[in-house]
């Protein structure tokens, strides 16, 4: 399957309608984000295999978690999970700045290696564990987290700013509910979405 095709039958059809980030799809080429191997596969949705244990997550959640984030031009964002860097990628299409975390050394080095071939230059990788968030660079417009949590690290509730999103899948078992989390003022407003599998957030 082609992009062209993949963005109408993947994206359009199932409700990816943010014209912003079907733009940023057309911009991002996810076959420099997987293996030789599987280039033949980039356009189907289907998760793939990085290494580690990890994947790179289907485009149709990478759009929705994306558009649930609901990413504007001046934002900063803070990603949990940097993986094979397809979403920060998409992301940096969308918003100001991004910050990326991955615990796996070889991911956030691999996914550095990319966004300097593909000249995104707004996105900062950096090397650790998600779960205390980044505080140093809080508070975020939107945080996205890209595994899957048991429960919301209390953490980055914090590091919103009023009015911030936090996307993230939440669940106790294999199956996750998309959440979204909004903050206004002292009180956190939570919305629950569709069911995901993702692999679990490590940390």
């Not at 189907?44 to 031009?73: F, R």
């Not at 992301?91 to 691999?110: A, F, G, H, P, Q």
């Amino acid at each position: 399957m082609d992009k062209h095709t993949f963005i109408t039958e993947q994206l359009v059809n199932r409700g990816i309608t943010n014209p912003r980030v079907l733009e940023a799809f057309k911009k991002i080429p996810r076959e420099e984000f997987i293996s030789e191997r599987f280039k033949e596969n980039a356009y189907n949705d289907s998760a793939l295999p990085i290494g580690h244990g990890q994947t790179i997550s289907q485009p149709y959640t990478v759009a929705y978690m994306t558009q649930l984030l609901g990413p504007k031009e001046e934002d900063t964002i803070l990603e949990i999970g940097t993986g094979s860097g397809y979403q920060s990628a998409i992301l940096s299409k969308l918003v100001k700045k991004v910050y990326t975390i991955e615990i796996i050394e070889e991911l956030s080095n691999r996914a550095r290696e990319k966004f300097k071939k593909l000249g995104i230059t707004n996105v900062e990788c950096i090397k650790g564990s998600g779960e205390p968030g980044l505080p140093q660079y809080a508070p975020y417009d939107g945080i996205i987290v890209t595994a899957g949590a048991k429960q919301i690290p209390k953490a980055l509730r914090k590091e919103l700013k009023d009015g911030g999103r936090l996307v993230i899948p939440v669940g106790a078992n294999d199956i996750k509910i998309m959440t979204r989390i909004t903050k206004h003022g002292d009180t956190y407003q939570e919305e629950k979405f569709g069911k995901f599998t993702f692999v679990p957030l490590v940390g």
